[in-house]
């Protein structure tokens, strides 16, 4: 192969989407598309064929989407076009992809079965990476086989992890999905709120002396992580000496200095690396929470299993690479469609946190408004995410998704295999699935709901009325997704599928989707709103309303 473009030029070359000549042909296709249907597409013959893919365990079935070979041709051209194989070769070599904080973006790396020296800064991160496992997953055999003692002799039988956002989002979501999986010998509990109130509910249940906490957090400056952790401590310490603490509190950072500060001892730390975004963070020590929950085995599976859907993806050509077809499919109904909204609906209540894991993966990414370079984007960029699982999400929104006014896409989600619960109910929760999948593209028209109400012996004039009520317009976009199981092996694959996508769209936009600036200001104004609120003035205006409130003086008048 020859070497790739560097990555100066290719930062250079991100801004040009527009002018990309499969750009202005892509808008071409969709003014042809938009007159077709979507059901007249999905009867083409060898429709499912040509749209669908199996790879890594996983398949991707996209004959739903609103394009045809042509359109897809394009959308190939255009990841051509924007270097994107290049892009990925520079993503893998640990090149710094993640421009404006001049750093690789390495999470492959945690999961990689490439033992071949990989450079950081002049150190091999393959040792760092394999020795930190080691480490971490030591522990974590412990605690999940019940082994790990807390002070006063007894075995710990609570993990409370305590982070927000990549230090949380993908480790409830992962422990609860492979819930089948845990050893069974501790229970797994998550705390991110600022407000202390879930903190407060679960330490009410449980006992410090069977209570291990992981303080986990990439900065360790994350001021909900910060404030629930001294919460724990001091909890622990109404009935447990300080030198308990060394027992009974481990912690993830790259902050060494801060972990200095709360006391946490050298053993119980465990690294991270700056060349891991916390987003993209559960395959390191930040997964120590899901390790203690289905131990060493099964952690060291869900890595396989995103090793191989990674191995997919740096090799597979195009065509059949599902992270690349997946990330053209959303620039496609997004840029070339108008569709900006998408729904993440997984068919498995294991599956529940799913669409928030991806909110974050996806939204924090590639919610950004300037190219690599700084100009402002001039295409939209950054999909909304949403969702929740089938089937309860058909009895809360999809009455909207039917007959609603708003544009959107969605992937289905669910593994072909059954995973425990009552016979039968596996196979309902799929057959829901696909029904919903075929509504949504095919839709119903005036005449077919005439008919069926007319057949049912409604007398014409009502049925003529009741007609346009029951019209489901149809023509929405969807994929559907299948895991063979719902295992480790399956879900790896599943999450790292989702990275990759991610980072093909960033590609096709030209942004950066490893930094997160936009988090900044929230953060800074809520110190201040913080100050005001503490002096009771706060000024003008509602912060000032919000201190009087705090401070008890309700009316204004008097406390
Ligand atoms: O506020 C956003 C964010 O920085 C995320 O990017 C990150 O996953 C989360 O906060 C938690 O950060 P940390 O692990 O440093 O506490």
Redesign the pocket.
Known sequence: MADPVPLPVLEARSAALTGCPAWRTLQQAAAGIGRARLGTLLDAPDRYPAFSRTAAGLHLDFSRQRLDAAALGCLLDLAGERNLADWIAHLFAGADVNGTEHRPALHVALRSRDTRPLRVGGTDIRELVSRELARSLELAARVAEGRYLGHGGQPVTDVVNI???????GLVMVTQALAPFRTGAVRSHFVANIDGTELADLLDRLDPARTLFIV???????L??QLNAEAARRWLLRSLPESALARHVVA????AAAMDRFGIAAANRFA?WDWV???Y?LWSS?GLAIAMAIGPVHFRALLDGAAGLDEHFASAPFAGNLPVLLGLLGVWNQNFLGVGSHAVLPYSQRLARLPAFLQ?LEM?SNGKGVTRSGEPVGWSTGTIVWGEAGSNAQHAFFQLLHQGTQSFSADFVAPAAAAGGPPGQHRAALANMLAQAEALARGRTAATALTELLAGGMPEAEARTLAGHKVHPGDHPSSIILLEQLDPRGLGALVALYEHKVFVQAVIWGINPFD?WG??LG?DLARRMAAGLDDGAGGPGLPGIAARLVAGDVAGGSR
């Open positions: 982070g927000i956002g990549g230090s949380d989002l986990c957090s990439k900065s360790f400056t994350t909900e992580t993830i950072s790259v902050n991270i975004g916390g987003r963070s930040v974050q924090e997160q988090v900044e953060k």
